[in-house]
């Protein structure tokens, strides 16, 4: 029983509670000046200082007042001062901010300008995360960040500040860390897509500092100018110290920047053709020094997909384990008492220099800092309020991180950690016998026992620790990303102890790797030994049925609510079992209800039909639906890589639907298709519909990309199908009939053989339709026109114009005998600058997805239409 000054052990105490009390708070402020600054971003309150004087009244009010109303107050000045920090730090950008002086219209074309300013780091081969059926990159480009200071248009020149990617086209350009350049090239600002469920990347720009990308042709455009005077120089050098400390960490480990530096100078080591050993590679670099590598793209999504993805980045683990292996080295010669925590924050900070200088990784770091510095000071202090403080602190810094999974995690599964871990564990095996004489006994079998004893204990803590986190994180990932991972207690439990072993060994390649270059490079041969070992665990893991589920939209409340039972079950015990067993279950069936009643109820009780196009640039990805939220995916495809993944998943997830098991898919044009097979797992298509002409051809080529296309979603078990005219399916209460081509069709161009769908309803006022057109040229234009029944094609409610938006005569009367009262345009930049559809898009709801966004449109059940997109 507890004494009365202090709290039960299952209630955290009163400075934890003040601390997080605050955290919480501050977030409530970044929330309602997100929602105002996004709802009137011309506002007032979309600014900072109304909040800064509200938090100031507020405070006044509070010292004046007493109780229980000078802690509302008080609270109240808090979030107003969050609210207040937001508009400062992400609404409000500096006087001389180049994001400020840049044109954010949607089709706004590209400035070209000559950028002067510091590179931050050496240029490095840009590698995207390219899918296998994504458009190759026209050239090789290299790619670093320059920390601007003036910028020179026609206009004159310009004093700026700001951060600015730059990207050169050809061979590597001679610049160096710390160097002042002059680059000219096309500047392009921040920009997002406008899809549904799309992080705002302006918003993060803002934030971060971020002014766009600059895109030039040469290296030749790229020259190194006068070095820096003053205090700048001390900068630069800074600069260019941690970019040498950096490319010495990443020879040790085999870096890809090194391997394609040494590639580009025809010396690149004969183990980098070997596949197996560039992914073994690719993990270590992700592991100890936190890289992005395509090369790891299949491993991260074994990882994520069994629930890991946090061992395959720099996290706080990572550190913890070489804060674990570091003290372990220290303690060889004595204890050392405070020298031990100031020490390790010394390391820890010095390998937070050589590694890239991200947000996770930052925030990792941070916090393992604060603990190490404030156990060397010697005092007594609570960790969870430690905890508070810090979460505090890194909003602050950064406010849109309480958006982010990553921060929710960190924060809430290490605070549940430090307040309850030790009794979960004692609940689940029972408390350790205190006051036993120690077996102090001599001789091989006595240690043998000894380490038996401290093996079981540890296994003890891990399992109890790993299902503590599964049960506190699997609401919020739900929420987040629509993924549950049954299995990830007992993955974790397997995979973990392979991961610290590869941290372990890697952490000393490392540190020999940077002292003595030499040495490393032949340390590193092993260390691939057991990297390699990890990925062949962590993929035949990821091959076992019911690792992965994916789930439709769920909405936070319930995420709230269950991270709350949660946080219930571990304070309260086997006390109130009977209630907490009733709660978990009323939980779980609002879980399965949502899942089962969400897609049907997200479309809306007035709608017969609805059709999204989302915006994915140059490509076609649209999803229809009927008023029950059945839906069907028609294309699925960009020029823009990994469109699939990062944005069609995604957005469709957030439009509320569910299981997508049928996708059409029109032609063979990488713009159609290059995301269909990512899409596969997370929405579950299990039919896919291609043109005769699109199976013909994969049949006679099976090596070229309809064939591989083809090959890869049977081997997923999906079931392809050849359409053409006359053939129809339903997709709920709609009915989709292929009008186009027909049957034995020989096409002259690929897109003359594109599927053509009229997509049907029943309303209150009889049928209503959508005409689906994909990329249909002037030849089969004119043939459906002319063969096929005109009156069929005529009036529809919604049409998709053909081709994009490609501009021909047989086109412009198609979209005119159509005579649909919406129309969607999925395109790019270009074509939506075309003027000739003005006077066709006069009068119509004409949505086009480079400039509004992603769009839709409803056929409503009395018959009536409707339409919107993204940007209003």
Known sequence: MSSSGSPPSHVPSRPARRSLGVLGLLCLGFFIARRIGAAWPESMLAQSVPWFAAACVLV?????ARGAACRVLLAAAVVAAGAGWFAARVHELPRDALAAMLDHDPLAPSAVVTLHGVAADVPRKREAERGEFDAPPARPSW????????I????GTRRVSGRVRVFVAGDAPEVRAGQRVEVIGALEPVRTLGNPGEYDLRAWAAQEGVAGTLNAPGRSLVRVIEPPRGAARVHAAWLAWRSAMRQRAEAALGSRASAARASATGDAAADENDEESRRARALLRSLLLGERDPELRDVQAAFRGLGLVHLVAISGFNLAVMAFIALFLLRLSGDRGW????????????YMIVLPAETPIIRSGLMVLAFLLIDATGRRYDRLTTLGWIGCALVLWRPLDAWSLGFQLSMGVTGLLLWQGDRFTVRLFGAPLRGLVPDRSRGAAAMARRGLRAAIGAGKSLCATTLLCWAAAAPVVIWQTGMLSPLAPVTT?????????????????????????????????????????LIDVVLALDALPGTTLHLPRVGWVWAVCAAACVLWWCARGRANSRRGWA????????????????PRLAVGRDVALRVDALAVGDGTCMVVRDGRGEAMLWDCGSLMPRIGERVVAR???????????????????IDHCSGLVDVVAPLGVRVVLVSRVFADGAERAPWGASGRLLAALRDRGVEVRAVGAGDSFAVGAARVEFVWPPEGYVPRLVNDASLVARVSVQTEAGERFALLTGDIGPQSIARLMEEGDASRLA??????????????????????????????????RERARREEWGPLAAGRAWKVTARDGAAWAEVLRDGGLRAGSARK
């Not at 020298?339 to 390391?347: C, G, K, M, T």
């Open 651 to 669: 957005a469709v997830r957030e439009l509320g639907a569910g299981t997508v098991r049928t996708a059409v898919i029109t032609h063979s044009d």
């Open 493 to 533: 439990i397997i995979v973990l102890p392979l991961v610290t072993l590869v941290l372990w060994v890697g952490y000393v390649v490392l540190l020999v790797g940077v002292l003595v270059p030499a040495a490393g490079e032949g340390a590193a041969g092993a260390l691939d030994l057991l990297a390699a070992f």
């Open 339 to 350: 020298i031990e925590p100031a020490a390790l924050a010394l390391l820890v900070a010095a």
């Open 143 to 150: 790619a670093f960040d320059l920390l601007t200071e003036s």
């Open 795 to 828: 009036g529809a409610s919604i049409l998709e114009i053909p081709h994009h938006g490609s501009v021909n005569d047989a086109a412009l009367e198609f979209v005119r005998r159509a005579g649909a009262a919406a129309a969607l345009q999925s395109t790019g």
């Open 583 to 598: 709660v978990s279950a009323v939980l779980l069936a609002w879980l399965v209800a949502q899942v089962w009643l969400g």
């Open 152 to 155: 020179e248009t026609s206009r």
């Open 60 to 64: 006044a009010a509070g010292l004046w």
